[in-house]
C-alpha cells in the first residue's frame, strides 16, 4: 500500500489503496478510446487544453506546493517554483506545438514528398518523486500536444500528487481517460509495458531501473525514452569569476536539498584559486538555512526518504575514511524527520566515493586539477554524461573545451537548467533520448514520410 510520508517529520500522512488489475483495464480500455478521438482533432485544437491546465496549476498553486512538500520535503519556495515552471511549459508548448509538429517540404524525385507527425498512442510515463509535478507535465504536455493519451505510473512515495496530477488535467477539460493515473506495485510495471494498448514508455529514474525498462520496452519493440542518473561536473579555471562560480555551485548543489539528477555533484577547479573558491563555497554554503520546509525562510529540508540519507551518509563516511577533508556537515541532523545539512568535502579524489558514485544530497566535492586539460579529463571520467558546467573568462578556450566534454548538455557561466525552449537529456549511463523543445514533442510521434508519384489520369 503506498503510503505519504513526511520527510520533515517521518510521521505517516495518509494511506493510499492501490487500483486492482480490474481498475487499470478499465483505465487501459479508456485511454485507448480517448486516444483515438484526441488524435483526430487538428493540433490547433488540442491546444486550449494545455493553456487551460496551466491556469488550474496557477489557480491553485499554494495547494500543490504544500503537496509537493509534504510528500517529498522539498522547501516551499521550490516547490511553489515547480508549479510555475510546469505551468510555462505548458504555455510554451500551446504557443510553439504547431510549429514543432507542421509538416516539412522535402524536395525528391516526387511529385510532391513531405514529412508529417502523427501521434504514436498511448504512452507509459513513469515518474520520480524529486519533481514531481514538472516531470510529469514536461512530458505530458508535447504529448498531448502530439495527439497521444498518457498512463502515469508515479514513484511511490507521492501518491498523493499522483492522484492530484490526474484530477487537475481532468478538471482543466481533459477528454475522460486521455490522461489517468494507475498506483500499482513496481513489479506490476513489466505488464503494462507489455500491454499492446501501450504504445511507447518515458522513465526518469535511477540508471538500474533504466536498464530494466529499457530491456522490457525492447522486448516488446517499444519506443522508449529515458532520463537517468547523473554525476555533472562544475569545471573552475584559473580566470573566473570566482564569487559568481561559487554562488552558482551552491545553488546548484544545493536546490532540491541536492536531489535532483543535474545538480552540480563534481566541483573541478583549477590548483591555482582552489583556495579562495573553496573558501566562498564554504561560507555561502554554510549560510544556507535548514528547518521546516514548509517555513518560506527554510532553504534546505529533509532528504525525501530515510534510506536515501542512510545512503548518502555512507558516502560520506567512505570518501572521508579515503583521505578527504571535511570542511562542513558530514553528519545526519539527530531528531525527526530526514535531514542532512549542507556538506563540503575538499581533496576529493577520483577513486572516492563522493566522486565516483552519484551522490543523491546535499553533498559537494571539490577536486583540484593543475589546469583545463587536466579538468576535462576528470569531468569525463564518469558513467553519466547528462549536464556540464563550464566557468572561464575565455570564452574562445570555452568553445574549445565545450566539443570534449562528454554530456547532453554544457553552460558555460552558467548553471545546469532544463528550460522547455531546449532540449534535454543524456549520454552513456545518463539514458537516451530528448525530451522538451522541438525535440522532445517529436519523440513519441510517429515520423511518416508521406510522396506523391505524378497524377494517374483515364
Not at 167 to 184: I, M, S
Not at 376 to 400: F, H, K, M, S, V
Not at 415 to 420: E, G, H, I, L, R
Request: hydrophobic share 45%; glycine share 8%.
Amino acid at each position: 500500500m503506498p503510503s505519504s510520508l513526511n520527510p520533515a517529520t517521518g510521521e505517516r500522512v495518509a494511506d493510499h489503496d492501490l487500483h486492482p488489475p480490474e481498475h487499470v483495464e478499465t483505465v487501459l480500455r479508456a485511454a485507448v478510446t480517448a486516444q483515438r478521438d484526441w488524435r483526430a482533432i487538428p493540433v490547433g485544437g488540442r491546444l486550449p487544453l494545455l493553456r487551460a491546465t496551466a491556469r488550474e496549476l496557477r489557480a491553485d498553486a499554494e495547494r500543490f506546493a504544500r503537496l509537493i512538500t509534504l510528500e517529498m520535503g522539498k522547501p516551499i519556495t521550490e516547490a511553489r517554483a515547480e508549479i510555475e515552471k510546469s505551468a510555462w511549459t505548458l504555455d510554451h508548448y500551446a504557443e510553439n506545438a504547431e510549429r514543432y509538429l507542421a509538416p516539412e517540404t522535402v524536395p525528391s524525385g516526387a511529385t510532391e514528398s513531405t514529412v508529417v507527425f502523427e501521434p504514436l498512442g498511448v504512452l507509459l510515463a513513469i515518474m520520480p518523486w524529486n519533481y514531481p509535478f514538472w516531470q510529469f507535465f514536461r512530458f505530458l504536455a508535447p504529448a498531448l500536444a502530439a495527439g497521444n493519451g498518457a498512463v502515469l505510473k508515479h514513484a511511490s512515495n507521492v501518491p498523493a500528487c499522483a492522484k492530484a496530477l490526474e484530477e487537475l488535467v481532468r478538471r482543466a477539460g481533459a477528454p475522460a481517460g486521455l490522461c489517468a493515473t494507475v498506483l500499482v506495485e513496481p513489479d506490476a510495471v513489466a505488464g503494462l509495458i507489455a500491454d499492446d494498448r501501450i504504445a511507447a514508455v518515458t522513465l526518469t529514474g535511477s540508471t538500474h531501473v533504466g536498464s530494466l525498462v529499457a530491456a522490457q520496452a525492447g522486448a516488446h519493440l517499444k519506443k522508449h525514452v529515458l532520463e537517468l542518473g547523473g554525476s555533472d561536473p562544475f569545471v573552475v579555471l584559473a580566470d573566473a569569476d570566482l564569487d559568481e562560480a561559487a554562488t552558482a555551485a551552491v545553488r546548484s548543489r544545493y536546490n532540491t536539498v541536492g536531489q535532483s539528477c543535474v545538480n552540480a555533484k563534481r566541483l573541478i577547479v583549477e590548483e591555482s584559486v582552489a583556495d579562495a573558491f573553496v573558501e566562498l563555497v564554504a561560507e555561502k554554503a554554510g549560510a544556507l538555512v535548514m528547518g521546516d520546509p514548509l517555513d518560506d525562510a527554510t532553504q534546505i529540508g529533509p532528504l525525501a526518504r530515510a534510506d536515501l540519507r542512510d545512503t548518502l551518509h555512507d558516502q560520506v563516511r567512505r570518501t572521508v575514511a579515503a583521505g578527504a577533508t571535511l570542511l562542513l556537515g558530514g553528519s545526519p541532523l539527530p531528531g525527526p524527520g530526514f535531514f542532512y545539512p549542507p556538506t563540503l568535502l575538499d581533496h576529493v579524489t577520483p577513486e572516492m566515493a563522493a566522486f565516483s558514485e552519484e551522490t543523491f544530497g546535499p553533498v559537494a566535492s571539490v577536486t583540484r586539477v593543475t589546469g583545463a586539460a587536466q579538468a576535462i579529463e576528470l569531468a569525463n571520467r564518469t558513467a553519466y554524461g547528462l549536464g556540464a558546467a563550464l566557468w572561464t573568462a575565455d570564452l574562445d578556450q570555452a568553445r574549445r573545451l565545450v566539443p570534449l566534454i562528454d554530456a547532453g548538455a554544457v553552460f558555460v557561466n552558467g548553471m545546469v537548467a532544463s528550460d522547455p525552449r531546449l532540449p534535454f537529456g543524456g549520454i552513456k549511463k545518463s539514458g537516451y533520448g530528448r525530451e522538451l523543445g522541438a525535440y522532445g514533442i517529436r519523440e513519441f510521434v510517429n515520423v511518416k514520410t508521406v510522396w506523391f508519384g505524378p497524377a494517374v489520369t483515364s
